[in-house]
């Protein structure tokens, strides 16, 4: 029961180095999507990808960009870190797409990676 | 006005207390409403879903006022391990989180 893997947990970067978080999941999601989640400010999406082939932008899109590799992942880049995008990274995903008024799509959380940018 | 509001607490209770949380959301035509946990430094995961009639799960009542545009969470008989945060999620075109409300379970 594996459920939204990310890799990795933790990482420290220097300004304006590069990474990028990856995500995997088993439940055969059709939908995934990034979050991050900052004191004070709750979860705000970043990307999301409704179906394999689709990426779309969230609420706070700049700075990073996505890849929806296949149906079961669903990767976050940082091209050129900055303090600003220090955070706690969710990725998640759900059956369909989230955001279909009258759906009732659950979404399920990986554990999280915690990004500093120095 | 914020999309979905809560109050952040922290709401410190006795264990055995009941408490409610409320959280009011500002578009009307929203047709889902979930109510998720997280612990510390930890995911967050699905408690229940808000249904139109209201629904309960053992200690937790969750209720849905479309009039005023307001989902309620109700714990009864808390225990330690309810220490959480508590985070509301409207559907409007996205799944929108509140900041959520921070409980605290005290012996």
């Known amino acids: 029961n594996a459920g939204v893997t990310q890799t990795p947990k933790f990482q420290v970067l220097k300004t304006g180095q590069s990474m990028t978080l990856q995500c995997a999941q088993d439940m055969n999601h059709n939908s995934m999507y990034w979050y991050r989640q900052d004191p004070g400010m709750g979860l705000r999406l970043i990307y999301y990808s409704a179906s394999e082939g689709t990426t779309d932008k969230g609420e706070v899109p700049n700075g990073y960009n996505v890849s929806r590799l296949n149906k079961r992942e669903f990767s976050l880049r940082l091209e050129s870190a900055a303090p600003s995008q220090t955070s706690v990274y969710f990725c998640?995903?759900?059956?369909?797409?989230?955001?279909?008024?009258?759906?009732?799509?659950?979404?399920?959380f990986g554990a999280g990676s915690r990004l500093t940018v120095l | 006005r914020k999309e979905v509001e809560q109050d952040p607490g922290p709401f410190n209770v006795p264990e055995g207390a009941t408490v409610a949380f409320n959280c009011t959301y500002s578009n009307s035509a929203s047709q889902s409403f979930f109510w998720y946990r997280q612990d510390c430094r930890k995911e967050p995961k699905l408690l229940m879903s808000?249904?139109?009639s209201g629904n309960e799960d053992g200690r937790f009542t969750a209720q849905l006022n479309r009039a005023s545009q307001y989902i309620s969470l109700l714990i009864r008989d808390s225990k330690l391990s309810d220490s959480a945060t508590y985070l509301c999620?409207?559907?409007?075109?996205?799944?929108?989180f509140g900041k959520g409300t921070s409980l605290l379970v005290t012996p």
């Open positions: 999620v409207v559907n409007m075109y996205a799944l929108n």
């Open positions: 808000v249904y139109s």
């Open positions: 998640a995903s759900s059956e369909e797409w989230a955001g279909r008024l009258s759906g009732a799509n659950v979404l399920t």
